[in-house]
């Protein structure tokens, strides 16, 4: 990009090239003041700055008319597109049409969260933005957050305990922890108190990260512990460890909600008052006047509306 000298500005009124453009197009002095609200006075001096600062009579009488000089019409060619672009980037947001849009969009979230959005986030953008594109990312953690910062994705959904201060959170949706297992594999009454789960040995997902670490926190709150006596990486191979362990396994609900059809494990709730998690979309707040990311966020709070609140 080529350097601006900041200095050569001062001698340069914006306004005044709004007035070059009125003129122009009026080819009079008085219409002119008028399409500006402002006297004719104000305008004729305006008039006079221009003729200064182009070393031009840009506007020469010609019987009752006022015409261009030839210089005015090449300055003319150049300052409407200006004016056109500089009222395009002060109001971002008035040209977005999501039907004409073409975008590629990134985006971080698991891989729970990604198999219950994004059918219907992709459903949505083929109906009403065909050329919008995205590409999801399974970050967690301090490395989603840093993914954000550096610009490798726009958009992060999940669940954020701690963010910083370049990011914009947007709460969209609260769940709870559930206990799911197997009752072929291991005895669990009904509605199990959270005594009767922690006696069970468990199943971890490290892929859950955090939802997992607040959940120990809390035990550890309560002079509680649980024991965990494998781990997996992927909460894919959960149903199938449970169906042929006895262990158990606790969960975010967004997770057990994948698992409801299989006919050989069951879900609890986790009895422990006021222990919720909020899922959340994050931003950067360099894109926080974004038409496109304003409409990516819309579309995943119908979906999340539609999705998750109604399963819930």
Do not use: W
């Not at 000298?5 to 009079?28: C, K, M, P, T, W």
């Not at 550096?150 to 701690?162: D, E, I, K, R, S």
């Not at 069970?200 to 120990?216: K, V």
């Not at 926190?217 to 199938?240: D, E, M, Y």
């Amino acid at each position: 990009m080529d350097d601006i000298y900041h200095g050569d500005f001062r001698r340069l009124d914006l306004n005044l090239l709004v007035a070059f453009d009125a003129l122009i197009q009026e080819r009079s002095v008085s219409r002119a003041a008028a399409r500006l609200y402002v006297g004719q006075p104000a305008m004729s001096h305006a008039l006079g700055r221009l003729r200064e600062l182009f070393g031009d009579e840009l506007l020469f009488r010609s019987g009752t008319a006022m015409e261009p000089t030839r210089r005015a019409l090449e300055i003319a060619a150049r300052v409407r597109p200006l004016l056109q672009e500089a009222l395009a980037v002060t109001a971002p947001g008035q040209g977005f049409s999501p039907a004409k849009a073409r975008a590629h969009v990134k985006l971080a979230m698991s891989d729970p969260l990604e198999a219950i959005l994004l059918p219907g986030l992709i459903g949505r953008l083929r109906e009403r933005a065909p050329g919008i594109t995205l590409a999801v990312q399974p970050l967690a953690g301090p490395a989603l957050l840093d993914a954000l910062d550096v610009g490798q994705v726009a958009l992060a959904v999940g669940f954020f305990p701690q963010v910083r201060d370049t990011h914009l959170v947007t709460p969209l949706h609260d769940v709870t922890l559930e206990c799911l297992h197997a009752p072929q594999q291991i005895a669990l009454p009904a509605n199990p108190s959270l005594d009767e789960i922690l006696a069970c040995p468990h199943l971890h997902t490290t892929y859950i990260g955090e939802f997992a670490g607040l959940f120990d926190n809390t035990l550890k709150q309560l002079g509680k512990s649980r024991s965990i006596v494998a781990r997996t990486a992927s909460p894919l191979a959960i149903p199938f460890v449970l169906a042929q362990t006895p262990l158990v396994a606790v969960l975010p609900g967004i997770v057990t909600r994948l698992f409801r059809d299989h006919s050989r494990l069951r879900i609890d709730p986790v009895p422990i008052d006021g222990l919720m998690f909020s899922i959340s979309l994050v931003r950067h707040r360099r894109d926080r006047h974004s038409p496109l990311l304003d409409f990516i966020e819309q579309q995943l709070h119908e979906v999340v509306e539609e999705t998750l609140k109604s399963a819930f």
